[in-house]
């Protein structure tokens, strides 16, 4: 049996290399508010029986960050929270004042209410890229991997 130890090495290169430009673009885009997101960037090589899964884990909501969001009314708590964080400088109103970080919070849940949230493609810019970059390098080590096992079959019967 063929152990692909090259492959798998290969493989969690390119699972944290993945990780680094993940963060890097999300850094770039200014999409760091708490850095949760960023922080829970993680990625693992899984092997079941001869299937090889690069997988990474991340908070639950990256998906909204990376696709963007139809209009909702999404919870003013969380919006605030996130203007609190994020340090959102208010803008006066049409009657000259500035919101309070409530109202604020409210604006911007409305506005979501209406026209969604738009979405940036770091990960899958990032996958793209990742792949581009290691295409060689896995094929590379699944040829070594197999020449291995190749060989010490030929061992065998010499």
Request: aromatic share 8%; proline share 4%; with cysteine.
């Amino acid at each position: 049996m063929i152990k692909f130890d090259n492959l798998q090495r290969v493989l969690a290169e390119f699972g944290n290399a993945l990780s680094e430009q993940y963060k890097e673009k999300l850094t770039e885009d200014n999409r760091i508010a708490s850095g949760r997101l960023v922080s829970s960037v993680n990625s693992k090589v899984v092997v079941n029986n001869n299937e090889f899964i690069v997988e990474l884990s991340l908070e639950d909501w990256w998906k909204y960050i990376e696709y963007g969001t139809k209009p909702h009314m999404p919870p003013v708590s969380k919006i605030l929270e996130w203007v609190n964080v994020k340090r959102i400088l208010p803008t006066p109103m049409a009657n000259g004042k500035l919101p309070t970080e409530q109202q604020l919070a409210w604006m911007i849940a409305k506005k979501i209410e209406r026209v969604g949230t738009e979405g940036t493609p770091n990960l899958t810019n990032s996958i793209d890229e990742m792949v581009s970059a290691y295409e060689i390098k896995i094929e590379d080590a699944l040829d070594k991997d197999i020449l291995g096992c190749i060989d010490e079959i030929l061992t065998i019967f010499q």
